[in-house]
């Protein structure tokens, strides 16, 4: 039986139904696996290639590398069989076309290249984390399905190792080479990989490390961007020559739509020396992801911003940071209630369609910051500026606002609101309608009714719940007890105050997942939250006050849903993405969490807890780069709140964590000690000290502290066998009994 004339034929318990390609080592066909019932696709060494032992091996060393992965973006193998003869690699059958066909000669939108590059960055990634790199990456070996998934196909060159494909002080991974005979198939200065694809160190037959697949990945992302091969020439020898000395043209030069920070992304990765080239496919698909923040946040700019009248003109973007009001009471205090009418404003000014309006996150980092507008423009790329100042007296109220232009600092509108306390959110109304006019927007009568609709009638009532809001954001188990308490005083002097109650429900769940799971904190949630989505069941705050119930029950996926629909409408509002990604860890799907990590990050601000699900999921991922990445940003996070709020338990047991992670045995103790000190009976406190423990391989400590954790109420199983910090634990009777497996 020969490779060619298969169809139609069975081999072993596959029924071969069609061609589906061939290629230098082989014929690929679909077929029908009459086991399992389901199609697949069957690879078949041709004839020629049977005989050649070391084409042979491979094939065998293409499904053991491939075989090794499991991710979306990498063609899953099945088997590898062997049938009269005939070799077989049993795959995933995709339905799609290759890059190769796809792209043809044109390039590809800003946007589809971004979203390309991502995935194939990301599968790369994880292969390299398992000391796989591909050496041959190129459009026809990636896979593009019908769902716009990428596949990498082809791991007939790869080498494997066992070990992370990463690199570290720019050394060499050559031993890579020989784990598994690569000696026996190449020689030295043997060229192995397409040539248009290769690397530098690959032209020179040179021993090869992560970073080749990461130059290969350059070239194939210039080719999407331009049409044209980066490294061009009649011959090979042309080619190489290219390849070793030769920058290729910018990007921008041949297709002005590219952004000339594509043209910097991918110099970096197509940099001949590899020890000044991206180390690491974490750091170029990170590169990318900006990049794609940045675009789609300029694209949402300009659709909001510019109507019809203003692009024929060349009108500016309409864009306004609102820049967190000074406090002029002098009383530090008061500055809970400067903080609410700030972003209070923002959330006015964001109802109105024709204009964007930066986060409260974004501004957040210049507040009580001697800043410029200038500044503030060349930073955010902002038009426009909001500055103010607020002062309180008794029951009067004096606000001033001036929107500026942040080319030309010129002042567009300068008000001052001297009113009676009762009358601030008629203020907050009027400046919204106020900088309007200038930008020449007209504020439709959906609008309007928005921007006079109020949250409470009652000024005490939002007086409690601006203060409570404050004191939430602390995160410690005292300052979350005592915004509970001004949430309860809100909506007793407003049973109707719809924000109180869903605050109430969101501080109780929070309460409940981070410091006592005692049941009661749960329905005292649900009694609130159910009361919330009475008075305003499409309020964003309360949908999330409504996720938490879900949540709680284990309703991960309509937990999700309802958050996803709240993020689609107010990027910022504060726990969505958090309890998000939450949801999906729990649920199982780290690679949702891995995909959301900077969306989520951008949109959370000062909020460290963000990163606590994200380095769950990157761990359960293996995906140790990423992973690292993200937990420098994660301690400076905590260090930085730490500083704020010193006394802080949880935060300083998480730390301590992270510490004993990087080798940071001393200050890992001090933190851990410091927070046992401060909370020496909390649940969430011992379970942190669990998981240090374990990252210091002490299981007997972690088992111990994990057991009054469990005592002290902290029972989620979902939670804790799915959090990777605690895999030393993993078959332990005890932790089995504690925290049983889903049935």
Avoid at 330 to 353: C, H, P
Avoid at 718 to 728: I, K
Wanted: net charge negative; glycine share 6%.
């Amino acid at each position: 039986m020969t490779s060619d004339d298969l169809v139609g034929r069975t081999i072993s318990h596959y029924r071969v139904t069609r061609l589906l390609g061939s290629g230098g080592m082989g014929v690929v066909y679909e077929a029908e696996d009459t086991r399992l019932g389901r199609h697949v696709a069957v690879k078949v060494l041709s004839d020629d290639m049977q005989r050649d032992p070391s084409v042979l091996e491979r094939f065998q060393r293409e499904a053991r590398a491939a075989s090794a992965l499991n991710h979306p973006g990498i063609c899953t193998v099945h088997a590898i069989e062997s049938h009269e003869g005939q070799h077989l690699l049993i795959m995933e059958l995709l339905d799609g076309q290759t890059l190769a066909k796809a792209l043809g000669r044109r390039p590809l939108e800003l946007a589809e290249l971004l979203d390309l590059g991502i995935q194939i960055a990301d599968a790369l990634e994880s292969a390299h984390a398992k000391g796989i790199v591909h050496r041959d990456l190129k459009p026809v070996n990636l896979m593009v399905t019908s769902r716009g998934q990428v596949k990498i196909l082809d791991f007939g060159l790869a080498k494997f190792s066992g070990v992370p494909a990463v690199v570290a002080g720019g050394a060499d991974n050559s031993r890579l080479d020989t784990e598994i005979g690569i000696g026996e198939l190449t020689s030295a200065g043997m060229v192995l990989g397409t040539v248009h694809y290769m690397s530098p160190e690959q032209a020179r037959g040179v021993p090869t490390d992560a970073r080749t697949d990461l130059f290969s990945l350059g070239s194939v992302l210039y080719q999407m961007a331009t049409g044209c091969l980066p490294f061009q020439g009649e011959t090979e020898a042309v080619v190489f020559d290219a390849i070793l000395n030769r920058n290729p043209r910018a990007v921008h030069e041949l297709n002005p739509s590219m952004p000339a920070t594509l043209d910097q992304i991918l110099a970096k990765a197509l940099e001949k020396d590899r020890n000044l080239r991206c180390q690491t496919a974490t750091e170029l698909k990170t590169d990318l992801m900006r990049l794609k923040r940045d675009t789609e946040s300029g694209q949402r700019r300009e659709a909001a911003l510019a109507d019809s009248k203003g692009k024929a003109e060349g009108a500016k973007e309409r864009s306004v940071a609102v820049l967190y009001f000074e406090n002029l009471s002098g009383v530090k205090e008061d500055e809970y209630f400067r903080d609410g009418v700030t972003e209070d404003i923002i959330t006015e000014l964001s109802k109105i369609q024709g204009m964007h309006v930066f986060s409260r996150p974004t501004v957040l980092a210049f507040k009580d910051r001697p800043v410029t507008p200038a500044q503030i423009g060349q930073q955010l790329r902002a038009t426009f500026v909001l500055t103010g100042t607020i002062r309180r007296s008794g029951t009067r109220l004096r606000i001033t606002a001036q929107l500026v232009d942040t080319q030309t600092d010129f002042p567009l509108c300068s008000e001052r609101y001297d009113r009676e306390m009762q009358d601030v959110f008629e203020v907050h109304d009027e400046i919204a309608r106020n900088i309007a006019e200038p930008l020449r927007i007209k504020v439709t009568p959906q609008e309007q009714e928005a921007l006079a609709a109020k949250p409470t009638e009652n000024l005490q009532a939002y007086d409690h719940y601006l203060r409570g809001r404050s004191y939430a954001r602390r995160y410690t188990r005292q300052d979350l007890e005592f915004s509970l308490q001004m949430f309860n005083d809100a909506v007793a002097q407003d049973p109707e105050f719809a924000l109180a109650h869903a605050a109430i429900a969101n501080v109780c769940a929070y309460h409940f997942c981070h410091y006592d799971r005692d049941p009661t904190w749960i329905d005292r949630a649900r009694a609130a939250s159910e009361k919330a989505v009475a008075l305003r069941p499409d309020v964003p705050e309360v949908m999330v006050a409504q996720a938490w119930i879900l949540y709680s029950r284990g309703e991960y996926r309509d937990a999700a849903h309802i958050l996803r629909s709240v993020i689609s409408r107010k990027r910022d509002c504060e726990g969505a993405f958090y309890l998000l990604l939450r949801c999906l860890f729990a649920n199982g799907q780290h690679q949702e969490v891995a995909n959301l990590a900077e969306e989520a990050i951008e949109a959370a601000g000062t909020d460290y807890n963000i990163y606590v699900p994200i380095m769950n999921s990157l761990g359960a991922l293996a995906k140790k780069d990423a992973k690292a990445n993200v937990q420098v940003r994660y301690i400076q996070a905590m260090e930085s709140h730490i500083r704020e709020v010193p006394e802080d338990a949880r935060a300083r047991s998480l730390i301590a964590s992270d510490y004993a992670e990087l080798g940071r045995i001393e200050d890992a103790r001090r933190e851990a000690s410091m927070a046992i000190m401060l909370r020496p009976n909390e649940s969430s406190i011992l379970y942190n000290a669990a998981c240090t423990f374990c990252v210091l391989n002490q299981k007997a400590e972690a088992m111990d502290a994990l057991v009054k954790a469990w005592r002290a109420g902290f029972k989620d199983s979902d939670w804790v066998r799915g959090d990777p910090d605690l895999n030393l634990l993993h078959g332990e009777p005890e932790f089995e009994r504690l925290y049983p497996a889903r049935a």
